[in-house]
C-alpha cells in the first residue's frame, strides 16, 4: 500500500507540474493584463501545491514554512497588481 | 525514513486525496488555458484554490503527524489563509476587469463618435 503512496505522490507532482506549465503559457499569451495577474494567481498556488507535496515525500517539515511564506506574498503580490488596475495606483495618497 | 514506512491509516487517505488533488489541479489549469474569456476562466483556478489544496493539506497534516507521533495541526494555518484570501483575490481582480472593460467600452465609442 505505501508503493501506491509513492505513486499516488508522483501523480500529484506531475499534474502540479503540468498545470504550471498550462498557467506559464496564459501568463505570455494572455490578452489581457488581468489574464495575466489570474495566471500569475494560479501559478503561485500550484507552486505552494508542489512544496507541500515536497514535503510529504521528503517527509521534512521545513517545506511547510516555505509554502506558508508564498501563500503570504503571493496573495500580497496579487491584490496590490489588481489594485493597480483597478485604480493606477497600488497605495492612494 | 522514506514514506514506505508510513502506517496504513496515513496512505490510504493520502493516496485518494493526492490523486483528487492532482485531477483537481489538472482540470482547473486547463479550464485556466482553454476557456473563452476572463470571466470563465476565474472558474478554473478556484478549483485548485479550495479542493487541491484541501487535500493536500490534509495529506500533510497526516504525514506530518504520523512523523511527529502526535497530531500536528500547523497546516490548518495555510487552510484558513486560502481560504481567506481567495474571495478577496477574486472579487478584486474581478473588479479589475469589469473596471478595464467600460473603460475601453467608453474610449471605443467615444473614438466612433469623432471618426463620424
Redesign the interface.
Known amino acids: 500500500?505505501?508503493?501506491?503512496?509513492?505513486y499516488?505522490?508522483w501523480?500529484?507532482?506531475?499534474?502540479?507540474a503540468?498545470?504550471?506549465l498550462?498557467?506559464l503559457?496564459?501568463l505570455f499569451i494572455g490578452p489581457?493584463?488581468?489574464?495575466r495577474?489570474?495566471?500569475f494567481?494560479?501559478l503561485y498556488?500550484?507552486g505552494?501545491?508542489m512544496l507541500?507535496?515536497l514535503?510529504?515525500?521528503s517527509?521534512s517539515?521545513a517545506y511547510?514554512d516555505m509554502?506558508?511564506l508564498i501563500?503570504?506574498f503571493g496573495?500580497v503580490g496579487?491584490?496590490a497588481l489588481?489594485?493597480f488596475?483597478?485604480r493606477g495606483e497600488v497605495i492612494e495618497p | 525514513?522514506?514514506?514506505?514506512?508510513?502506517p496504513?491509516w496515513?496512505?490510504?487517505p493520502?493516496?485518494v486525496l493526492?490523486?483528487l488533488?492532482?485531477?483537481t489541479?489538472?482540470i482547473?489549469?486547463?479550464g485556466?488555458?482553454r476557456l473563452r474569456d476572463?470571466f470563465s476562466?476565474?472558474h478554473?483556478?478556484s478549483m485548485?484554490?479550495t479542493v487541491?489544496?484541501g487535500a493536500?493539506?490534509v495529506?500533510?497534516m497526516l504525514?506530518?503527524s504520523a512523523?511527529a507521533g502526535r497530531p500536528i495541526i500547523?497546516?490548518l494555518?495555510?487552510t484558513l489563509?486560502?481560504s481567506m484570501?481567495a474571495p478577496?483575490?477574486a472579487i478584486?481582480?474581478l473588479?479589475?476587469?469589469l473596471?478595464?472593460n467600460k473603460a475601453r467600452h467608453t474610449r471605443d465609442v467615444a473614438a466612433d463618435g469623432n471618426s463620424t
Open positions: 500500500m505505501s508503493a501506491v503512496f509513492g499516488a505522490l501523480f500529484a507532482q506531475a499534474c502540479i503540468i498545470a504550471m498550462n498557467g503559457v496564459r489581457a493584463a488581468q489574464d495577474i489570474l495566471a494567481d494560479s498556488m500550484n505552494m501545491l507541500l507535496t514535503g510529504v515525500s517527509m517539515t511547510f509554502a506558508l501563500a503570504l496573495f496579487t491584490v489588481a489594485r488596475l483597478l | 525514513m522514506t514514506t514506505a514506512t508510513l496504513l496515513v496512505t490510504i493520502g493516496t493526492l490523486v488533488a492532482g485531477v489541479t489538472l482547473g489549469s486547463f485556466l488555458l476572463f476562466r476565474m478554473g483556478p485548485t484554490n487541491a489544496a493536500t493539506l495529506t500533510s504525514v506530518s512523523i500547523h497546516e494555518l495555510i489563509f486560502v484570501s478577496i483575490t478584486m481582480l473588479q479589475a476587469a473596471y478595464r
